[in-house]
């Protein structure tokens, strides 16, 4: 049928974090121009901030009592390093853990008690969203997409959506960005084009 398009929904749950309420949404397949006109997400640039990391392999984050120790063991592999800070007050701290695996990012809130939440890859920001997409995919680690948002009583986690559950072949998320409504839309590998609704 002419001027007909194809709408796939796909429902997911988004976790709750911090006891927030569970959220239901959808994926839904958009077109090319749809997600073009959309802004374009980059690698988050960071500040520079006030982090020592010592000989002995300890990442002390001012301001908290954490601390983030290497551990160079065939058994234990994890390498800490302080990637910058996430906004111009130095609230939020950001660390990359190294595993074999792959990496992780935490994200420290130097507000809140240095409460910390873990993201799958390197954070990407567009006002107070962050969206990542894990960047160590394997049999362990499926393909995931995180919606977070930062709010005054820290940064909490609106959506999540496991790929492997609703798509085959290579799910690579390649390229981020976000409508004029704040909706993230998001292109995978495979040249197809989404938006979590």
Known sequence: MKGAFFVLYVFFTAVAVRGQVVIRDSLIAISKSEFERGTLLSKKRFFD??????????LVISNCRQVFIDD????GFVKYDYVGDLD???RYKVVRETEYNGETYQIVDTKFNCESVRLLGEPQMFDNLIVNSNESVTTDRPPIVEVWKIEHDGIRKIASINLRRFFEGYLDVIEFRVSSRNKVLFKNFDGKYWRIN
């Not at 006030?50 to 300890?58: D, F, I, R, S, W």
């Open 49 to 58: 901030g006030e982090c020592q990391k010592g000989a002995n392999g300890k």
């Open 72 to 75: 160079t063991t065939d058994e």
């Open 88 to 90: 111009k007050t130095q």
